[in-house]
């Protein structure tokens, strides 16, 4: 069974900090999902890397998948209160299914 | 394009009743996955149904169950309900096997509570 860890589980920052939240496990997945999840909705894809190494921008936010193809990581800049919500890496085994670790909830305060 | 789209928005059941939730994928999608959001424990793997048969399952109890009709649209059976049920159950559709590749678009999901 491929586990995902996400670390912190919770992370509460002033409105222009940056912030980081990690995604490890001790497989390897051919790629990696990050979603952000607000209240009361479903989980909306961020971003999807696949190569080991990649970097990967979205205005603010910054995703990297490690080398060896076990862990991510995702990088605000300047984190705003729009930031805010339950921020989800996700990994696919081979029969498809999508593995999500616990999550980070990011709260931003203005 | 009308999103995933799940009934009901909430759903009060009392232990051991059944309850039936439903999702209607995106058009033209044929995979639909149903996951369990407990608090605290992220999103569960529950069921994968793709071109109307169940391709995979987690590690739930046979009283979770479900199918997926012609039209793609699914359905989600919980038997002999338990107070540890109640969660947020969250359906998604994707286009084609997810590969990793190809995201998953979620509804808003069905929040379950069992009294």
């Known amino acids: 069974t491929q586990l995902l860890e996400q670390s912190p589980q919770f992370l509460s920052i002033q409105e222009g900090e940056n912030l980081t939240v990690y995604c490890n496990s001790s497989?390897?997945?051919?790629?990696l999902q990050w979603y952000r999840q607000e209240p009361g909705e479903g989980p909306v894809l961020l971003v999807t890397?696949?190569?080991?190494?990649e970097v990967k921008k979205l205005k603010r936010l910054t995703f990297q998948f490690g080398d060896a193809r076990k862990d991510s990581s995702l990088h605000i800049t300047a984190a705003q209160p729009g930031d805010t919500g339950l921020y989800l890496c996700?990994?696919?085994?081979?029969?498809?299914?999508?593995?999500f670790g616990a999550g980070t909830q990011v709260v931003v305060t203005p | 394009e009308a999103g995933v789209t799940q009934s009901p928005t909430h759903l009060i059941k009392t232990r051991g009743q059944q309850a039936t939730l439903r999702c209607s994928p995106i058009?033209?999608?044929?995979?639909v996955y149903w996951y369990q959001q407990a608090l605290g424990l992220g999103l569960q793997f529950l069921l994968w149904?793709?071109?109307?048969?169940?391709?995979n399952r987690g590690n739930f109890p046979p009283r979770f169950s479900g199918r997926q009709f012609p039209n793609y649209s699914s359905e989600l059976n919980v038997n002999a309900l338990e107070l540890e049920d109640s969660a947020l159950y969250l359906c998604?559709?994707?286009?084609?096997?997810?590969?990793?590749?190809?995201?998953?678009?979620f509804g808003n999901g069905t929040r379950l509570t069992v009294t």
């Open positions: 998604a559709s994707s286009l084609i096997r997810v590969t990793g590749h190809s995201p998953l678009h």
């Open positions: 497989s390897v997945f051919s790629s």
């Open positions: 890397v696949v190569t080991g190494g």
């Open positions: 996700a990994g696919a085994d081979s029969w498809g299914k999508l593995q």
């Open positions: 058009s033209g999608h044929t995979s």
């Open positions: 149904y793709d071109e109307g048969e169940e391709r």
